[in-house]
């Protein structure tokens, strides 16, 4: 039987990395994040699309590893800033924001806004071995809070309350959380399509 090739996680943020494992934990391959590389690379996302820098970044850790990597790029989409921040989320206040400097800013942009409606949208790219590239998407619709719930998460999970819930993300235990999210949807995309291609458990 051909063992699968090992996994590269694409991103250097540990909140993403746990989830990651979580989601991906009944697949039969071995996951490689970033972070246990010799040498980690930096990726500048400066793509026009969140499916442009997915790609970008499992492109460049294929290249160094000559492994498959799984790359996301996820936006926070709120309309009332007519669908941004968007590909910018990450850098929302600036090229050196801080997670903290991003949720202020959205706080102070917000600030007396009635309409909140928002929703994650994340968009994963994964590179085969052979360097074919395959993309998922998924998303979650919320609402934007008025002030920070929660401690749990990453990013801006104190400030997104998705649809059909009374808590923040980062309040929710992170397997609600991990069942909920727009990552998981597209995950799931992802799993049903590596189910396919990883052979069976001989005898």
């Not at 246990?36 to 970044?57: F, H, I, Q, S």
């Not at 995309?189 to 069976?200: G, N, V």
Request: aromatic content about 4%.
């Amino acid at each position: 039987m051909t063992t699968p090739s090992p996994l590269v996680l694409a991103t250097g943020n540990a909140g993403k990395v746990d989830e990651l494992r979580a989601l991906l934990s009944d697949l039969n391959r071995t996951l490689l994040p970033a972070s246990e590389l010799d040498v980690p690379l930096t990726v500048t996302e400066d793509a026009e699309t969140l499916t442009g820098n997915a790609r970008k970044k499992a492109r460049a850790y294929h290249d160094h590893t000559g492994h498959a990597a799984l790359a996301d790029d996820t936006g926070l989409e709120v309309a009332a800033l007519d669908g941004g921040p968007g590909v910018h989320t990450a850098r929302f206040a600036g090229a050196d924001a801080t997670p903290e400097d991003n949720k202020q800013k959205l706080l102070t942009v917000m600030d007396g806004v009635d309409d909140r409606r928002a929703r994650f949208r994340t968009v994963v790219a994964l590179l085969d071995a052979d360097g074919t590239a395959h993309t998922f998407e998924g998303r979650c619709e919320g609402t934007i809070t008025t002030a920070p719930h929660g401690d749990g998460g990453f990013g801006y999970d104190p400030l997104f309350r998705p649809d059909g819930y009374d808590q923040t993300f980062a309040e929710m235990p992170a397997e609600t959380k991990n069942e909920t999210s727009h990552r998981r949807e597209a995950l799931d995309a992802l799993r049903a399509f590596l189910s396919r291609q990883t052979p069976e458990p001989g005898p």
